[in-house]
């Protein structure tokens, strides 16, 4: 194990969505219909979304494709109403589900990771978070993805579809793992507070798996180069 300032606070960004997923794998099957409770919309029109609609139909393993793969927040908050009722309960749920599993110095504040100041959490609780997601292979099924197509019904009964790309760029080959280090699949994020975030779950030759964590790196060429030295240095041992 290699570990650097795993115990300092910091914005989770969108790696915030593993919780967000975790609970909706303990409670809710993929097969699952939600239907959209309003038009989910955001203050910052920039904020990555599937622009659902009051109405729309759509199955829990298409809103989990948004949340993990494009890292739509509007799936996130979709997600958070079906699973807890409104989206505070949800936070509530997260806040809870952490002190379990003894990520005691995180606090959610929403199901996306949109930055709010009183939303945090540190590498070793992202860690631990991840670590119990990993229970659940629905989640690297879609995890493992460089890119996915759904449908989804809007209020008249119309097919919607939508073709979206990984945001884990190991994926989309836009930077390559060390030789012989194979990705299992996990999380991105990304805002200015938090800099650039990403957990993966990988594999080496012999089998052996990794859980790595890197936040706050000054932009994606800086994470995804020191996520490889560091994937290197710890597949030479």
Sequence with gaps: ?????????AYPASTTKTMTALLTL????????????????FKDSA??????????????????????IMSANDAAVALAEAVGGSVKNFVSMM???????????THFANPNGLHLNNHYTTAYDLYLIFKELTKHNEYFNIAGKA????????????M?????????????GDFNLPHQVFMIGGKTGTTTQAGSCLIILTKNKNG??????MLKAQGKPALYNSMTDMLTNENKK
């Design 95 to 105: 806040n809870e589900r952490a002190k379990e599993l003894g990520a005691t110095h």
């Design 47 to 68: 904020a990555v979304a599937l622009h659902l609609k009051k109405g729309d139909k759509i199955t829990v393993e298409s809103l989990l494709n948004g949340l993990i």
């Design 160 to 172: 919607k579809t939508y073709d979206m790309a990984a945001t884990n760029e190991y994926l989309t």
């Design 147 to 158: 890119n996915s197509y759904i449908e989804y019904k809007d209020a008249k009964g119309k």
């Design 208 to 213: 052996e798996e990794f859980i790595s964590v």
């Design 1 to 9: 194990m290699v570990s650097q300032h795993v115990f300092d606070k």
């Design 26 to 41: 303990e409670h809710l099957k993929l097969n699952d219909v939600v239907t959209i409770k309003h038009d989910i919309t």
